[in-house]
């Protein structure tokens, strides 16, 4: 299993709080990102990152943001938690790579975190 | 941006029959599909994956096929056993003008059932 690490793998917030997520790899991967999954809409991205200070924004990003300060942590921040926010968070990371002159992007997936907004 | 259709939602098979999943995909551009096996409280695992420049690929059991002009891929399963039964994912993505790539973009899965 690729290196990664979610923390916390479970957390229950009031609506209004702040929250934190930490991925953390021990890869040295380039990229990593933040997808969340809910019932009937499979994972969806939030933000991701290709190096250190590098972000951009993905299909749900409203009401998150992101900040990566060194290579192996990515940390996703809910500024004011809402109950549509519930959902189970992964993170992913890859080392896009080059095949027979083809650009591919390998994500590897960590376990997951549990999030319920009450 | 990209879109992808997964079907069927649920499928339900035979032990040691064959599985056959299909996925489609909206930009032309996009040249990577993987393929996820997810089981219960566990995050997506790859399992095979397939580029723009394939047409087929075979891992063991499991087999994707690709066929980039009517926009299509599918995962196919053969000898199911127990074990298979997952939820299975497919996603695509688009190269980054940058370098690299962006997220994938997912299906919404399919609920693989292997009927003893």
């Known amino acids: 299993d690729a290196g990664i690490t979610q923390s916390p793998r479970h957390k229950v917030t009031e609506t209004g709080t702040p929250v934190t997520l930490r991925c953390h790899q021990t890869?040295?991967?380039?990229?990593m990102y933040w997808y969340r999954q809910d019932p009937g809409h499979g994972l969806r991205l939030i933000h991701y990152s290709y190096g250190v200070k590098d972000t951009d924004k993905g299909e749900v990003s409203d009401g998150y943001s992101v900040s990566r300060s060194k290579t192996e942590d990515f940390l996703l921040t809910l500024e004011s938690a809402t109950s549509s926010q519930t959902s189970v968070y992964f993170c992913a990371i890859s080392e896009s790579g080059q095949g027979f002159a083809v650009l591919y992007n390998e994500q590897f997936f960590g376990p997951g975190t549990r999030l319920t907004v009450l | 941006g990209e879109n992808v259709e997964q079907h069927p939602s649920t499928l339900s098979v035979q032990e040691g029959d064959s599985a056959v999943i299909k996925c489609t995909y909206s930009d032309s551009a996009s040249n990577y599909f993987p393929w996820y096996k997810q089981e219960l409280g566990k995050g997506p695992q790859l399992i095979i994956d397939?580029?723009?420049?394939?047409g087929e690929k075979k891992d063991q059991r499991i087999a994707v096929t690709l066929n980039k002009t009517a926009k299509h891929f599918s995962l196919h399963i053969t000898e199911t056993q127990p074990e298979d039964s997952a939820v299975y994912f497919c996603?695509?993505?688009?190269?980054?003008?940058?370098?690299?790539?962006?997220?994938?973009?997912f299906g919404k899965g399919t609920h693989l059932i292997i009927q003893p």
């Open positions: 890869e040295n991967h380039r990229y």
């Open positions: 996603a695509a993505s688009t190269p980054h003008s940058g370098g690299g790539a962006d997220g994938l973009t």
């Open positions: 397939i580029r723009s420049n394939v």
